[in-house]
């Protein structure tokens, strides 16, 4: 595998995540004041972990060669 190829799979995982950051946005709107803390600490989760996955996808993208 080389890492661009390794790069491309974070960013597919950066973009499932963002579907399901999308999905907790909708969940949000129609939540129950008692659900709503939680979806919160979840999304804030997720988005933590996409913005990871982008910048590991940035990082081994940079490089060259094979892992």
């Known amino acids: ?3 661009e ?3 491309e ?3 597919e995982s950066a973009a499932r995540l963002a579907e399901r950051i ?4 909708a ?3 129609t939540a129950s004041a008692d659900m ?3 979806l919160g600490k979840r999304l804030e989760m ?6 990871e996955c982008l910048d590991t996808a940035r990082t081994l993208g940079r ?3 094979e892992c």
């Open 63 to 65: 490089r060259k060669g």
């Open 9 to 11: 799979e974070y960013y």
């Open 22 to 25: 999308e999905q907790l946005r």
């Open 1 to 3: 595998m080389t890492y």
């Open 36 to 38: 709503l803390g939680e």
């Open 27 to 29: 969940e949000m709107k």
């Open 5 to 7: 190829e390794w790069s």
């Open 46 to 51: 997720f988005r933590i972990m996409r913005y």
